[in-house]
């Protein structure tokens, strides 16, 4: 669950930072290091997800610590560093690869998110081809279903399913309502699921429909 931190619901960062003594440099880096450098190899999973290239998912997580970096002093510390910094990376590929003429198709969630955005809408969420499947059996028909979803629905699946962040931590990353982001990932859900229906028959898992 994601702490109190104002900072990640805005994270358009001023230099505020003071000059910092040799003592506290050193006391920041170990900070650093400490709450980010674990988070690596994560990071890069989202970021490759995101954008189906090597390089400019290496430069997206390259690019993300560094703005970490730069303004750590707004991280608190004990909260949650993770979507913290997915937060700064979710960002910085919005702001930065979209405009570079790379931006994905767009979703018209207008349909689906009318009756679905509502944070006491009891939608299930639980199609049959679950979390545990996604994450273990990333075959290559998984993960070509995976990547041919729009960006918007690859993200909330990656965020949820892969990477394990609740509904309120999700809402702090992507900046939307905890309604949207049920709704979108049930969305998500659907596509993946209606993609994978041959794919999931074989593997054993039962036809809803």
């Known amino acids: 669950m994601v702490e109190e931190n104002e900072n990640i619901e805005d994270l358009e960062f001023t230099d505020s930072e003071v000059e910092l003594t040799p003592d506290q440099k050193f006391q920041k880096d170990r900070?650093?290091?400490?709450e980010f450098m674990p988070l690596i190899t994560p990071l890069y999973n989202f970021a490759y997800r995101l954008t189906l290239d090597e390089d400019e998912a290496k430069d997206l997580v390259q690019d993300s610590y560094l703005k970490a970096y730069r303004f750590f002093h707004s991280f608190q510390k004990g909260t949650n560093a993770k979507a913290w910094l997915f937060r700064i990376l979710k960002n910085s590929f919005i702001n930065e690869y979209r405009k570079k003429s790379k931006e994905p198709n767009k979703v018209d969630y207008q349909d689906v998110e009318t009756y679905y955005n509502s944070e006491d809408i009891n939608v299930p969420?639980?199609?049959?081809?679950r979390v545990e499947a996604v994450s273990e059996m990333l075959g290559d028909e998984i993960t070509n279903a995976l990547n041919a979803l729009d960006v918007d629905f690859r993200t909330v699946i990656i965020l949820c399913d892969l990477e394990g962040f609740t509904y309120e931590e999700m809402s702090k990353i992507l900046n939307i309502p905890i309604g949207t982001v049920r709704s979108r990932?049930?969305?998500?859900?659907?596509?993946?699921k209606e993609k994978l229906k041959s794919y999931a028959l074989k593997m054993g898992y039962k036809d809803s429909d």
């Open 31 to 34: 900070d650093f290091e400490v």
């Open 185 to 192: 990932l049930h969305r998500a859900r659907m596509l993946l």
């Open 125 to 129: 969420i639980t199609p049959d081809l």
